[in-house]
């Protein structure tokens, strides 16, 4: 299996999440001015996020992924499983950080985990 697989999903994810953000928030009706004062305020909780969701994470998708590459887990089911407990570390780091569970925030950070993580090929060429 092609272990830049994790490093690509994860790097597209976040950062598609990051640039999508304040797009949704502007096709909302909220101005840019608020939307980047909301940024300044909120940049020290998407570190925390960051931390103590994107990590911890990273690291259960990195052990499921050399799991399933040992036990030789047929192909067509690793990408629904590493996205399956992305979508879960987003629901627990969304929880922990917010200390809700944001709709809004949890559909489009799990929309953009699902397309990303269906667009990279797990499999060596």
Do not use: Q
């Amino acid at each position: 299996m092609n272990r830049s697989y994790i490093c690509k999903y994860f790097g597209s994810t976040i950062l598609l999440f990051f640039i999508t953000l304040p797009i949704f928030r502007l096709m909302r009706g909220v101005s840019a001015e608020t939307i980047f004062h909301e940024l300044r305020v909120a940049f020290p909780y998407l570190i925390i996020g960051l931390i103590a969701g994107s990590i911890p994470t990273l690291v259960a998708n990195v052990i499921a992924f050399r799991l399933l590459d040992y036990y030789r887990i047929n192909i067509k089911w690793v990408k629904p499983i590493l996205i399956s407990l992305t979508i879960i570390g987003i629901c627990l780091t969304t929880y922990l950080v917010l200390k809700t569970l944001h709709l809004g925030f949890f559909l489009t950070y799990s929309c953009i985990a699902i397309v990303c993580g269906l667009v990279f090929k797990v499999e060596k060429k």
